[in-house]
C-alpha cells in the first residue's frame, strides 16, 4: 500500500501539477485591489478580495490591478396577504476589471452576481442585522467567483 501511495503522488509531481489553492503562489500575491468605495459593504469587499489573493499577506511588487465596482437591489419575494413582503433577496452584482500594472492593458474583464435572502421579522433590529449579514454574505460569494476568474488567467 505505501509502494502505491509513493508512486500516485511521484507521477504527480512529474506531471507538474501544483496545487490551485497554494496560500504562497506567487502571482495571485502580484494582484492590487483598488479601492472600491467609501462605504462598509465597500471596504468589507476589498478586505474579502485580499485575504482570498494573499492570505498570507506576503509582501510583493503589483504586477496587476484588480477594479471592482458593486450594486445591489433588495427584491420582495414573499408576500404576506397583508400584501408586505415577508422575505426578501439581495441580488449583488459586481463587474471588475483586471489590469498589468506595467503596461496599463486589460488582461481580464468580467462580471459576478451572488444571490442572498433574508426573513422579515417583527423587529426591526432583526431585520437590518440578516439584511446586512445577507449582504455579507453575497459579498463574500462574489468575492470567491471573482477569485476563482483570476486563478484562471494568471
Excluded: W
Excluded at 485575504?51 to 465596482?69: E, Q, V
Excluded at 471588475?96 to 503596461?103: D, K, P, R
Amino acid at each position: 500500500m505505501p509502494k502505491v501511495v509513493f508512486c500516485i503522488l511521484f507521477l504527480l509531481t512529474a506531471c507538474g501539477f501544483k496545487p490551485v489553492h497554494d496560500d504562497t503562489k506567487p502571482s495571485m500575491t502580484s494582484v492590487y485591489v483598488s479601492p472600491i468605495d467609501k462605504t462598509r459593504n465597500g471596504q468589507l469587499l476589498k478586505a474579502e478580495l485580499e485575504d482570498l489573493l494573499n492570505p498570507s499577506r506576503l509582501s510583493a511588487d503589483a504586477k496587476y490591478i484588480l477594479d471592482i465596482s458593486y450594486d445591489y437591489n433588495v427584491e420582495g419575494l414573499g408576500i404576506t396577504s397583508n400584501r408586505i413582503a415577508s422575505r426578501y433577496n439581495i441580488v449583488l452584482t459586481t463587474s471588475y476589471t483586471l489590469t498589468e500594472a506595467a503596461t496599463g492593458n486589460e488582461v481580464l474583464n468580467g462580471q459576478e452576481t451572488a444571490i442572498t435572502s433574508y426573513n422579515r421579522v417583527d423587529s426591526e433590529f432583526a431585520i437590518f442585522v440578516s439584511k446586512q449579514n445577507a449582504i455579507n454574505h453575497a459579498l463574500r460569494q462574489v468575492a470567491l467567483q471573482v477569485r476563482n476568474s483570476l486563478l484562471a488567467i494568471i
